[in-house]
């Protein structure tokens, strides 16, 4: 499912903002930092409820279908 969240709340750390932030703080930005990858653009992450490392895809592999 994706989440649309405008940028004034994500600015601000309001409502989905601040859920955005903090998904940016604990899984992106390590990933981001481990991989060398310095331009941000998009991001998926797929969050499993069986106890599984959460998969995470940025840029380019974050694509819809």
Request: aromatic share 12%; net charge positive.
């Given at each position: 499912?994706?989440?649309?969240?405008?940028?004034?709340?994500?600015?601000?750390?309001?409502?989905?903002?601040?859920?955005?932030?903090?998904i940016?703080?604990?899984?992106?930005?390590?990933?981001?930092?481990?991989?060398?990858?310095?331009?941000?653009?998009?991001?998926?992450?797929?969050?499993?409820?069986?106890?599984?490392?959460?998969?995470?895809?940025?840029?380019?592999?974050?694509?819809?279908?």
């Amino acid at each position: 499912m994706p989440i649309i969240v405008p940028q004034q709340l994500i600015d601000e750390n309001r409502y989905f903002g601040r859920t955005i932030n903090q998904i940016m703080k604990i899984f992106i930005l390590d990933e981001m930092r481990q991989k060398k990858i310095s331009d941000f653009k998009a991001a998926i992450i797929e969050i499993f409820d069986d106890g599984r490392k959460p998969k995470l895809y940025i840029n380019e592999q974050a694509q819809f279908f």
